[in-house]
């Protein structure tokens, strides 16, 4: 009986590991979306910027006659795309900004300061991952307590069926 304990012990704590890493995993996607979204939104109002400068020359140019009416419209369009490319992301940016800080429960707003990063080491073999994978992912370890659990069930049922077999013979 206590080795069916041990094992729902066991899964309790690989239920325990799951949820944590699940937190853990919406914190850190949230994060980085968020801050990836603020640097789209300063790029894209870096755009706007820079093609309202051109809209502008465009103007001018089509004021002189160096432009074509066409080539004047297709400035204007440009930067109404820009114009709204940047709401966009700046939108993006917030809701982002409005999902991390509900996950975090506060009101204030989170400046995310942690620099992004790309590994420029090579890649260890796929067989480490998976030797790691097998050894710490607590939904394999879940398994196991399941695993564990049915053996000790069924090590009970047998010998709940040996004692039976034992009293029919012994009492004839």
């Known amino acids: ?16 590991v799951l949820d944590k890493n699940e937190l853990y995993n919406t914190l850190i996607e949230r994060y980085f ?12 109002e870096d755009a706007y910027d820079t093609l309202q400068q051109t809209d502008h020359m465009a103007e001018r140019l089509f004021e002189e006659g160096f432009i074509s009416r066409v080539d004047r419209l297709e400035a204007q369009s440009a930067l109404a795309d820009a114009k709204s490319e940047s709401v966009n992301a700046n939108n ?9 800080q509900r996950l975090l429960r506060t009101d204030y707003r989170i400046k995310p300061t942690t620099p992004l990063f790309v590994s420029s080491r090579p890649l260890p073999d796929v067989s480490y991952f998976q030797d790691l994978a097998l050894n710490n992912h607590p939904g394999l370890q ?11 069930l069924h090590a009970l049922s047998d010998t709940g069926y040996k004692l039976r077999y034992y009293y029919t013979v012994m009492v004839r």
């Open 1 to 16: 009986m206590t080795g069916a304990s041990d094992a729902r012990t066991q899964e309790a704590m690989a239920d325990s």
């Open 92 to 100: 993006d940016a917030r809701l982002a900004m409005i999902a991390l």
């Open 142 to 152: 879940k398994v196991a307590a399941k695993r564990a659990q049915a053996q000790q």
């Open 33 to 44: 979306k968020a801050q990836l979204a603020i640097i789209a939104a300063y790029l894209r």
